[in-house]
C-alpha cells in the first residue's frame, strides 16, 4: 500500500464506494425491523389502554381513570415531551377538548376512537425516534466493527457506558454493549488512545461522529480541549436512503472543512467519511478527495471488508 494511502487497501477506483442495489434493499428491510421493535412496546400500551376502557360506560368515566390519563393526554395529540410542559389545568383542558369534540360524537364508539387516536400520537413518537435510527445503527455496527479489530490485535480496552457515564473494562463476549456505549479507550505501544463518539469539540463548536485523540480517560477532560491531541476525525452516516446520500454527504463534507479550517498552519490530522448510501456522483467526489489527500479515507459502510480495513487502520494510528 502506498505511503499516506490507507484507503488503497480497500479502494481501487470511485466505483467500489458506491451502494450497490441489493445493499440498499438490506438496509430498508433492516430498518423495518427495527420499526417492528421499537412500535412493540406502543402495540402493548394500546391492548392495555383497551383493557382499561372496556367496561367503561361512558366518556366522563374516563377522567376518573388515574392509569390512563398519560394515555388522553396522547389521544389529544400531545407527545410526551409537550405535556412535561403544561400544567395540570392545561392538561386537563387538552383532555375535555377530546372528550367533547372527538369522543362524545363516537357515541358507542368512544373506546375505539380513543385507542386510535392514541396510536396516532404513539406513531408520531415513533416516525420521530426512526428519524434517528440509521445513525444509531451505523454506529452499533461501527462499534462492533472496533471491538472487533482491538480483540483481533490482542489490545485490552475499556468502553464509555452512557447510561451512567462510567469506564468499563471489557470482559468476554461484551454482547450489546455497542447499544449503549459512547467511546473506547485502549492503550498499544505505549501510546494511549481515546475514541469517542458523538463529541462536541470546544474549538470547532460542533458535533463530530467519531474522534480518535491521543489522550487516556483520566487525562480526556482536559485534553479534548486541545487541538493537537486530535489524530482523527470522522463523519458516519446510515441513512440508507438514496434520495438523501449526497444530502448527507453535503453535511459531512462541510463538517470535516470546517474541522480542517480550524488547523490553519499547523498539521492537520486525518479525516474520514463513513456512508452507507453512496451514489455515483459522490463517489466521484470522494474519491477525488482521497487522491488529492483532503480525505484520508473512506468506506461503504454495508462493506465489511472496507470498514475492517478503515478500523484497522483507525486502531493503529
Not at 362524545?104 to 373506546?111: K, L, M, Q, V, W
Request: charged letters at 25%; proline letters at 4%; glycine letters at 8%.
Amino acid at each position: 500500500m502506498p505511503a499516506g494511502r490507507p484507503y488503497a487497501q480497500h479502494l481501487t477506483r470511485s466505483e467500489d464506494l458506491v451502494t450497490t442495489y441489493e445493499q440498499t434493499r438490506a438496509g430498508f428491510v433492516a430498518l423495518a425491523l427495527e420499526r417492528n421493535v421499537r412500535a412493540t412496546p406502543f402495540v402493548e400500551q394500546a391492548r392495555a389502554l383497551k383493557s382499561s376502557v372496556a367496561r367503561v360506560a361512558s366518556t366522563a368515566e374516563l377522567v376518573s381513570i388515574p392509569e390512563i390519563r398519560p394515555a388522553l393526554l396522547a389521544a389529544a395529540g400531545l407527545s410526551d415531551k409537550a405535556a412535561g410542559h403544561l400544567e395540570p389545568a392545561d392538561e386537563n383542558d387538552a383532555i375535555q377538548v377530546l372528550i367533547k369534540q372527538y369522543l362524545e360524537p363516537a357515541r358507542d364508539a368512544f373506546r375505539e376512537e380513543l385507542i386510535y387516536r392514541f396510536l396516532l400520537t404513539r406513531g408520531d413518537t415513533l416516525g420521530g425516534s426512526m428519524r434517528n435510527v440509521g445513525g444509531a445503527l451505523a454506529q452499533q455496527r461501527f462499534s462492533r466493527t472496533i471491538i472487533s479489530i482491538l480483540d483481533s490485535l490482542g489490545l485490552d480496552y475499556r468502553w464509555l457506558d452512557s447510561d451512567d457515564q462510567e469506564w468499563k473494562t471489557a470482559a468476554g463476549a461484551n454482547v450489546g454493549i455497542e447499544r449503549h456505549l459512547r467511546g473506547f479507550s485502549w492503550s498499544s505501544n505505549e501510546r494511549k488512545r481515546v475514541m469517542r463518539f458523538n463529541l462536541t469539540v470546544p474549538f470547532v463548536g460542533k458535533n463530530v461522529d467519531v474522534c480518535l485523540l491521543d489522550a487516556k480517560p483520566t487525562s480526556f477532560n482536559d485534553r479534548y480541549r486541545r487541538r493537537e491531541s486530535y489524530l482523527a476525525f470522522g463523519e458516519l452516516k446510515g441513512g440508507i436512503d438514496p434520495a438523501g446520500a449526497d444530502e448527507h454527504w453535503k453535511t459531512a463534507g462541510t463538517s470535516l472543512s470546517r474541522i480542517r479550517g480550524k488547523y490553519s498552519g499547523v498539521p492537520i490530522p486525518h479525516t474520514f467519511f463513513i456512508g452507507a448510501a453512496i451514489e455515483s456522483d459522490m463517489a466521484g467526489e470522494i474519491w477525488n478527495q482521497l487522491e488529492n489527500g483532503v480525505l484520508s479515507n473512506a468506506a461503504n459502510l454495508n462493506n465489511q471488508n472496507q470498514v475492517d480495513s478503515l478500523s484497522g487502520w483507525l486502531c493503529g494510528l
